[in-house]
């Protein structure tokens, strides 16, 4: 990138937190990835939003990270910026409805949900990453997922320069998808609708679900969560790898969780290369046995 110093000097004096040649691997759940040219946080909103104005009038380059909890980022240098919603994780709470920034973490929203007696929101009490993330990615899990709880996601259009809200119905959710994949609207924030509810019932589910996770899949260990998506509803990834004898397979320092089939773990100082060549392994073989293409759940930074 030319002018390195200059664009890290005008970032800076916008109100970003701005590092040089940073290591993904500190940023993304699965600790893996190679040096991006900035990592920059914006310290609010209309931070954020200037900061984007900036690298697109200036034809810069970049990515936006919440949480890294749905990212492979290859070993090599990326060559341009990595803005982080980090700081922009405000919220208030308006009668049954929480309205909230996209940096904020999905679980500590779950919780926050819990203090106020909101029920809806048990599911994701355990989801790592932002919410931003989590409405791009329409995460869910145990049932639950964002597209049932989302009101409205403020989103800036760059095009347009303008801030717009999106209602549920535009956002076109899906399994693991919305249409924030497809366009280039930038996540701000959202309305989450919820439900009064009773708070120990809350705070039960949420023991129950958080309990569930911890017994299944591999926590202690960094990793992206599920490898790979299901290729349709009835067909479970972590099963079939199970019934494979794949669980402990290894390459490298990745390793197939012994705990759950459908994780991908970085036992041991993996490289990108050691988790490229594990999914294929699996992909080819469950192509074999049972003519399935699996895809890839996480997005991979090349
Ligand atoms: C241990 C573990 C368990 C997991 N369990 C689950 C689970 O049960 N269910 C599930 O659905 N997922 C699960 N995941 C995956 C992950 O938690 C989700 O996909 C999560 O929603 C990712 O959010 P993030 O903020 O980390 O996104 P990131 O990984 O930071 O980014 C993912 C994508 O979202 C984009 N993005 C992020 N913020 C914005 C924004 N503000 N505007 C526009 N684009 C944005 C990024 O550019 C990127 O393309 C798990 C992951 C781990 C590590």
């Not at 916008?14 to 290591?23: A, D, R, S, T």
């Not at 208030?92 to 309205?99: A, D, G, S, V």
């Not at 679900?209 to 349709?232: D, M, V």
Request: contains cysteine.
């Amino acid at each position: 990138m030319n002018n390195l110093e200059t664009i890290a000097k005008d970032l800076y004096l916008m109100g970003c937190n701005v590092l040089i040649n940073e290591p993904m691997s500190k940023h993304t759940t699965f600790r893996i990835g190679g040096k991006v040219a900035l990592y920059v946080t914006p310290k609010t909103k209309n931070i954020f939003i200037e900061v984007l104005n900036y690298l697109d009038k200036n034809n810069i380059e970049y990515k936006i990270i919440g949480g890294g909890a749905n990212l492979i980022v290859s070993d090599k240098f990326h060559d341009f910026v990595v803005i982080s919603t980090e700081y922009i994780s405000g919220y208030e709470i308006e009668n049954e409805k929480i309205i909230a920034e996209s940096g904020i973490p999905l679980s500590r929203l779950s919780f926050i949900a819990l203090e106020n007696s909101l029920s809806g929101m048990e599911f994701a009490c355990g989801i790592p990453g932002s919410l931003g993330g989590a409405i791009f990615m329409n995460a869910g899990a145990y049932g639950g997922e964002m597209k049932n709880i989302i009101e409205t996601v403020e989103v800036y259009d760059l095009k347009s320069k303008k801030i717009l809200f999106l209602g549920n119905s535009n956002c076109k959710f899906g399994y693991r998808t919305s249409i924030f994949q497809k366009n280039n609207l930038i996540i701000l924030g959202a309305t989450i609708a919820l439900k009064k509810g009773i708070h120990e019932k809350i705070k039960q589910e949420i023991f129950n679900l958080l309990e569930k996770r911890w017994s299944k899949q591999p926590l202690e260990y960094p990793s992206a969560g599920s490898i790979f998506k299901r290729p349709e509803p009835t067909f479970y990834v972590g099963t079939t790898i199970e019934k494979l004898n794949l669980k402990g397979f290894s390459i490298g320092g990745a390793q197939i969780s012994e705990k759950h089939g459908g994780f991908i773990i970085n036992k041991e100082n993996a490289t990108f290369e050691d988790v490229q060549q594990l999914i294929n392994h699996v992909k080819k073989i469950v192509k074999e046995k049972y003519n399935k293409d699996l895809k890839v759940e996480p997005e991979i930074w090349d």
